[in-house]
């Protein structure tokens, strides 16, 4: 059955927060949170400059630099489309508001989130990149794009395959190792977020060390997140196995494919940050990530519920 005007919409929405984090994290490795000085212009103005000589009176050109503020100000255009989608999404949501309630009641919720997440992006900036409200506005889009996933998951609910056969006691092993994946990823965010936020107190200091001492100057936190790292792995391991080898459903199976294949693909990611001198790429590619991971568990949590 082809999809009606709100699940393309939601879906095309729930792509772009990912694509925003993405966009995020390329702002953050360029170290260009402050290109764009003022909020919500950029210098003054709604289009931002190319080069210092047309900067608007009142600005510091040596503040400037074309790539850092075009970077933060492409960040501001993808959130400003993300806030229409969710606006549209929201509007699109009423159609629900008798058969499946929770679908409008959700997408006025990512409504709610994704204007104070508009007001608290100008926050950060007006507060010189404060490393408290970082955190908060990185993990008010991770909760946007769980919300947003709920609502499509369900109003897309009667359109998908969830068929599949489990004994009680497979299901509760599955659901409740699914669920603990989902919590220790939650808790191994947060102290990747602790990581962060000591990062950028070593890189804005007033002698900032080489690049490749970053991580070596972080001490315990590091040490427990890249500990912590081997519980998810042990955790996505056996839900690898009773997902492949424990099911006959195709999609189960995927799902936990899917999830041990990106705890992999984070846990080689982080081993890099540390063994390389943290590539920009790399811390890109990381948050990105653990987005995606968080995703995928949030969804798989939902499938075997919904029975």
Known sequence: ???????KTALTTVGAVIFLIFVGGLVRAAGAGLGCPDWPKCFGVWIPPTSAAELPAGF????????????????????VVIGLLITATFLLSFRYRREKPAVLWSSAAAFVLVLVQGWLGGRVVETGLD????TLHMMLAMLIM??????????????????????????????????????LTAFQLVLGTQVREAVDVIKNAEMVPPRGEWISMIGTVDEIHRTFSWTLFLGGGYLFWLTGWKTSSRLLSRLGMAIFGVILMQIALGAGLY???MPPAFQV?????????????????????LP
């Open 146 to 183: 769980l919300v947003l996933i709920y609502a499509v998951f369900r109003a897309m609910g009667d359109r998908l395959d969830f068929s599949f056969e489990l004994s009680t006691s497979t299901w509760r092993r599955l659901y409740g190792i699914s669920l603990a994946v989902l919590l």
């Open 285 to 305: 590619l990381h948050l990105t990530g653990i987005a995606i991971m968080v995703a995928l568990e949030f969804l798989l949590v939902m499938v075997l519920k």
């Open 131 to 134: 490393e408290w409200l970082i």
């Open 60 to 79: 510091d050109a040596t503040e400037f630099n074309v790539w850092k503020t075009w970077t933060e100000y492409v960040n501001r255009l993808v959130g």
């Open 275 to 277: 063994y390389l001198g």
């Open 1 to 7: 059955m082809p999809l009606n005007t709100y699940q």
